[in-house]
Structures are given as C-alpha cells and as structure tokens.
C-alpha cells in the first residue's frame, strides 16, 4: 500500500492551499482516510477524516468551517481544501488510512495502519 500526499508549499496567512493524497495498492472500501498534522514539537493531531465507502466526514470542533476533505473513489484520490489559513497550521500534512466502517474511531491516530510520507505547509504571517 502506497499514499502519497502532495500540495503543499509557503502560503501567506489567509490564503488557500489543496492537498491531494494518491492512494494505491488495495481496495479502500472498509477504510476511513484521514488527514493528520504534526507541528514542530508538538504530536500529531487529526484534521479530518473520511469513510471511504460512504463519504461520511467527521472533523475535530477546531477545523470546522475552514478545512474540507473529500475523495474521487475512481481516482482513489483524497483531498484537502484547506482556507483562510493562519500561521499555527504550519505542519507536516500526512495522508493516513485505516480499516474503519463507522465514525466510531475515525479520530483514533492508531486506528490508521497505512501512513504516506507528508507534504509540508508553511504559512507565513
């Protein structure tokens, strides 16, 4: 299984970045995808997450409203639309998959057994 994230790059504060996640290697159909960030020095957190048989998205309460994933199960492709971004979403951008059919979970780091490399985001004030 490959995921490989892609997109990022230096980006002003308030401005617009899309990160895309190619996923190969397996069918996705019982798994959630998910994209997580980690911060210097900080652990990585959940930004979003998505069942990949139903489209069903949960999102911790902090990126609500400027962060938007979605999947092109053809393509097997996931994407990130990430607005009006600020200095504190500098990170490491992983695209992550784990086998997970319900929103139970979805926001567990050690339910996702597959891990692409990172892209990374640098937003600049």
């Known amino acids: 299984v490959q995921l490989q994230a892609s997109g990022g790059g230096l980006v002003r504060a308030g401005g617009s970045l899309r990160l895309s996640c190619a996923a190969s290697?397996?069918?996705?159909?019982?798994?959630?995808m998910g994209w997580f960030r980690q911060a210097p020095g900080k652990g990585r957190e959940l930004v979003a997450s998505?069942?990949?048989?139903?489209?069903?998205?949960y999102y911790p309460d902090a990126e609500k409203g400027r962060f938007t994933i979605s999947r092109d199960n053809a393509k097997n492709m996931m994407y990130l639309q990430m607005n009006a971004l600020k200095p504190e979403d500098t990170a490491i951008y992983y695209c992550?998959?784990?086998?997970?059919?319900?929103?139970?979970?979805?926001?567990?780091?050690?339910?996702?057994?597959?891990w692409g490399q990172g892209t990374q985001v640098t937003v600049s004030s």
């Open positions: 992550a998959a784990g086998p997970l059919t319900t929103t139970q979970d979805m926001d567990v780091m050690n339910r996702y057994v597959y």
């Open positions: 998505i069942l990949w048989s139903d489209s069903t998205i």
């Open positions: 290697g397996r069918t996705f159909s019982n798994y959630a």
